[in-house]
Nanobody, 124 residues
Framework: QLQLVQSGGGLVQTGGSLRLSCTASGRTFSSRGMGWFREAPGKDREFVGS????????LYADSVKGRFTISRDNGKNSVYLVMDSLKTEDTAIYYCAAARASYGIGRSEAYDVWGQGTQVTVSS
């Protein structure tokens, strides 16, 4: 069974950068689309972006487009989220998730395995 373990995150000032990692155990990682979501205090979980199983397609929320980059390394069973030009409104708990299909979409219902979450705090 696929399991996801996240690392990275922390506290950064406005305009700074962070990288989140998500490493999978299990044999199905390379066939699944992967997504990143975030949950800010008092708000619903929000789609951040996704990447297809063979890295031939990515999707991003408008709020992060041009600032965040998703990549994956199937040889390392890992997916990454690089966040640049961070803003205070990016503060949230970030989750990686594995999609049921080989591609990722913006709906959380499409994902059936979730990481434990990692806190990202952007201070002004």
């Amino acid at each position: 069974q696929l399991q996801l373990v996240q690392s990275g995150g922390g506290l950064v000032q406005t305009g700074g950068s962070l990288r989140l990692s998500c490493t999978a155990s299990g044999r199905t990682f390379s066939s699944r689309g992967m997504g990143w979501f975030r949950e800010a205090p008092g708000k619903d979980r929000e789609f951040v972006g996704s990447i297809n199983s063979i890295s031939d397609g990515t999707l991003y929320a408008d709020s992060v487009k041009g600032r965040f980059t998703i990549s994956r390394d199937n040889g390392k069973n890992s997916v990454y989220l690089v966040m640049d030009s961070l803003k205070t409104e990016d503060t949230a708990i970030y989750y990686c998730a594995a999609a049921r299909a080989s591609y990722g979409i913006g709906r959380s219902e499409a994902y059936d395995v979730w990481g434990q979450g990692t806190q990202v705090t952007v201070s002004s």
